[in-house]
């Protein structure tokens, strides 16, 4: 392909995406296919010769476009969504365009110094106190592991990496069972291993952790010779929504000396809103490490997520690794990649700069504001079907709910709705029992598509009872 052809095929995608954007009501949110009809229609075999572009992209509109589930799709309320508003998806062409790889200054000294000034950008958006630095990773799991690194390199005396943990004795990470699995995963990977990873029960309106066992489980850790390392808090669980009393739990770790790390993955975007920061974020500022991804709610372009330091010290001594080909020469300047576990690093700031600039933080908190409002009216919509319960109340704009029957038929009710196309929810299990979440948070959702849930809902369990 020459630069020529390239634009033209530029311009096609251009509009192509447009379009895209624009018909996406009309199409089933979730992948209609069954595994393997995919794979089937593709060629066993590379080809030796080139073929024409309009070949490939009419293959991609017959054999892709069947089998993607729209994350963009307004009704889409699974999971949490990974959203693209316009201003990320035209900075994220650029930035592919560009082609850089960010991973020093002197790579990229436009990446590193944007880098930089968006972080403090988010920092202020948030409320969160000057001087916490921070660095734009991936995603919230690679945040979360290496805050656990640090976690384990801190009790150590920063003598794991070198040594290894043969002789270290049990390391001890605390956490609620509300937790995501990113967590349980980041102590494998760093050696902690899942019988350290101590998950407490929770108890409130929040499904906070309980800080009485928390603190007793640390004394008791400590009286049998294990060695607690750090506190992995929550604001906004995936399951149901769980946010922890930050304050006290951020008290508990400095008495017994821990690294705190407080995942928001998901419920950081809606710190934006300061009355969501007063119900939620007190002692936030406390934490030595927390974690947001800006791709699920706040509108960039996957992937993208931000991790503030308290002080990025005790991180930079976990992961730096500096061999000579790396060294900047001749002046002081910041090498992200020391920060995080990959080398590698993509120019994410470019969308968060464009995004903040097109909507401003106003635009973006009258969305969310949105969502939470429309996500509590519908909880009280379907709280009114007979028969249904809603499990676990909105916190933000998550919610869970059960049908009449038992955990068989919360899955089959689950699978006939994603099944029908027009909305796209997930299950869960909390307490013992299954139920079904909703969670507003696609980034051009409306209340009519969120309200319409509730009729899809009537009509396909009218269709199962």
């Avoid at 650029?94 to 960010?102: E, F, G, N, P, R």
Wanted: glycine share 8%; hydrophobic share 40%; with cysteine.
């Amino acid at each position: 392909m020459n630069w020529d052809e390239f634009s033209h095929w530029g311009q096609h995608i251009s509009r192509w995406a447009a379009d895209y954007h624009q018909t996406l009501s009309d199409r089933p949110v979730r992948a209609q296919t069954a595994p393997g009809d995919i794979a089937n229609q593709l060629e066993r075999s590379p080809p030796e010769t080139g073929q024409p572009m309009d070949s490939i992209m009419a293959d991609f509109e017959r054999i892709v476009m069947p089998g993607m589930t729209h994350w963009q799709h307004p009704r889409f309320f699974a999971y949490f969504p990974a959203n693209a508003a316009p201003p990320s998806m035209l900075a994220e062409m650029l930035v592919t365009t560009i082609a850089a790889q960010c991973m020093l200054w002197q790579t990229s000294p436009a990446a590193t110094e944007v880098e930089g000034v968006m972080v403090d950008w988010l920092r202020q958006a948030l409320g969160l106190p000057d001087g916490m630095t921070g660095v734009i990773q991936d995603s919230a799991s690679s945040a979360t592991l290496s805050a656990v690194l640090t976690m384990r390199e801190r009790a150590t005396g920063y003598t794991g990496n070198r040594d290894g943990l043969g002789a270290k004795g049990a390391l001890r990470i605390y956490c609620s069972d509300q937790v995501h699995s990113s967590i349980d995963r980041a102590c494998w990977v760093a050696g902690i291993g899942q019988s350290n990873l101590v998950k407490l029960p929770t108890s409130g309106p929040t499904f906070a952790i309980d800080t009485v066992a928390l603190e007793a489980a640390i004394k008791s850790d400590i009286a049998d010779g294990h060695i607690p390392a750090g506190i992995v808090a929550i604001t906004g669980g995936t399951g149901v929504g769980a946010c922890d009393d930050l304050n006290t739990v951020a008290d508990i770790a400095k008495k017994y000396d821990l690294y705190t790390h407080l995942d928001a993955a998901w419920a950081g975007s809606a710190m934006i809103c300061p009355e969501f920061r007063e119900a939620l974020w007190p002692g936030a500022d406390r934490y030595d490490s927390i974690v947001f991804n800006p791709h699920k709610w706040l509108g960039a372009q996957f992937d993208c997520a931000i991790q503030f330091l308290k002080d990025a010290t005790p991180q930079l001594n976990t992961l730096k690794i500096e061999p000579e080909y790396l060294k900047t020469t001749g002046a002081e300047v910041t090498n992200y990649s020391e920060w995080t576990i990959p080398l590698g690093r993509r120019f994410r700031a470019l969308k968060i700069w464009f995004l903040l600039r097109s909507y401003g933080l106003e635009g973006l908190r009258l969305r969310i504001r949105n969502h939470v409002a429309w996500a509590q009216e519908l909880a009280e919509m379907i709280g009114e079907i007979d028969g249904f319960e809603i499990a676990t109340g909105p916190i933000l704009s998550l919610f869970s709910f059960r049908c009449p029957g038992d955990d068989d038929m919360q899955q089959r009710l689950v699978d006939a709705l994603n099944d029908d196309g027009r909305i796209y929810l997930t299950q869960g299990m909390f307490e013992g029992r299954k139920i079904i979440r909703f969670q507003v948070g696609q980034f051009d959702t409306t209340r009519d598509d969120v309200l319409m849930a509730v009729d899809v809902i009537r009509n396909v369990w009218g269709q199962l009872s």
